[in-house]
């Protein structure tokens, strides 16, 4: 139970960094400098703790199923799960930092540019959660 509860979440973390990646982000990028700043900011905001708790969450039930059925392959799922913290915090985290001290009255080419560059950023994300559910799916098996 707890290894299908875990690919389940992996899936919704999956899904919800693959939206941002090809519907979100090329929506906002259509948008002029300043509105396109204030919405990444407060989409940022909404988000962030959303796929923070579903990586956690779904990585303690993979360790879990490894506890329980001490197959390797939740264990690897787990960590690719998991993995989306210290990527956000030692990769993405400089972006959002810099992107965050924007005042949008200020937002220019650059600070499309940076979120342009977010954007490749977060598809790091979007890998490791898909890798994670393929590992958990594999797992099932």
Not at 45 to 68: C, Y
Not at 91 to 114: E, S
Request: some cysteine; hydrophobic content about 60%.
């Amino acid at each position: 139970m707890a290894g299908q509860l875990a690919l389940i979440i992996a899936a919704a973390f999956a899904g919800a960094a693959i939206f941002v990646n090809v519907a979100e982000q090329q929506a906002r990028l259509a948008l002029d400098n300043a509105p396109l700043l204030v919405e990444w900011q407060r989409s940022y905001d909404r988000a962030a703790p959303m796929q923070g708790g579903l990586a956690a969450v779904s990585a303690l039930l993979g360790f879990i199923a490894i506890w329980q059925t001490g197959d390797w392959r939740w264990l690897a799922g787990a960590l690719l799960i998991l993995a989306n913290w210290p990527y956000t915090l030692l990769v993405i985290k400089p972006a959002n930092d810099r992107l965050h001290a924007i005042m949008p009255a200020q937002a220019d080419a650059g600070t499309r540019q940076m979120i342009i560059s977010w954007g490749h950023l977060h598809a790091g994300r979007s890998t490791l959660g898909v890798a994670a559910t393929l590992c958990f799916l594999w797992a099932l098996r």
